[in-house]
């Protein structure tokens, strides 16, 4: 089935920029996630990009798809406190009817 | 819309009591899905439902574990006996097939400790 890989761990400096990556294995997925957990709640979307597209902004937002390699990073520009939360790269499956999730990063913003 | 409704919010029970945790889906939706979170594990897929009928429950963890769906807005994850293991916080989470699904909307999940 379909794997999706992240690094579990990422502490950056307040003002900095924030890079998340993931890697996936195969997919016909017709659009890539972020969804961003806070403390204490259910995971929410962020953004997506769908799979004919190699970059998206949206704001502090930029998602780059790069389907050759199979790998979709998220960078998250002028990183504040508010942005600490675990971030969770997702697809769908092949049947398109179930997420796949990634194991999530815990990204650690230091004042 | 309310959005996902899951209860309750936490809950502590003894090793081999009956567990029930409970969602309502957002209304219209025809996805509903559990998941389950642990620090070791990470997020895991356990079941979930199209139209109120199981599509793949090949990650309920074991017999002990059961998913209902009665009807569209509501469903049911019953753990009978429950085990310290089985500590966990449980998310439902809900989509719309609209020519594919494009967002999962989640609950805010039952942090469940058994003792």
């Known amino acids: 089935g379909e794997d999706v890989e992240q690094s579990l761990f990422l502490s950056v400096r307040e003002g900095d920029s924030s890079v998340i990556n993931c890697t996936y294995t195969?997919?016909?997925?017709?659009?890539l996630y972020w969804y961003k957990q806070e403390p204490g709640a259910g995971l929410q979307l962020l953004t997506y990009?769908?799979?004919?597209?190699d970059m998206k902004q949206d704001q502090r937002l930029t998602v780059l798809l790069n389907k050759k390699d199979k790998h979709l990073s998220l960078r998250i520009a002028d990183t504040q406190t508010g942005d600490s939360a675990i971030y969770f790269c997702?697809?769908?499956?092949?049947?398109?009817?179930?997420?796949?999730f990634g194991p999530g990063t815990r990204l650690s913003v230091l004042p | 819309d309310a959005g996902v409704i899951q209860s309750p919010r936490h809950e502590v029970t003894e090793m081999g009591q009956e567990v029930t945790l409970r969602c309502k889906p957002i209304?219209?939706?025809?996805?509903l899905f559990w998941y389950r979170q642990t620090m070791m594990r990470g997020l895991e897929l356990l079941i979930y439902?199209?139209?109120?009928?199981?599509?793949?429950d090949s990650g309920m963890p074991e017999d002990r574990f059961s998913a209902k769906m009665p009807n569209a807005s509501f469903s049911t994850l019953k753990i009978q006996p429950s085990e310290p293991r089985d500590s966990a916080v449980y998310f439902c989470?809900?989509?719309?097939?609209?020519?594919?699904?494009?967002?999962?909307?989640f609950g805010q999940g039952t942090r469940l400790t058994v003792v």
């Open positions: 989470a809900s989509s719309l097939w609209a020519g594919g699904i494009t967002e999962a909307f």
């Open positions: 195969d997919s016909s997925s017709t659009y």
């Open positions: 990009i769908f799979s004919n597209m």
């Open positions: 997702a697809l769908l499956d092949n049947y398109g009817q179930n997420f796949v």
């Open positions: 209304s219209g939706h025809d996805y």
């Open positions: 439902f199209n139209n109120n009928v199981p599509i793949d």
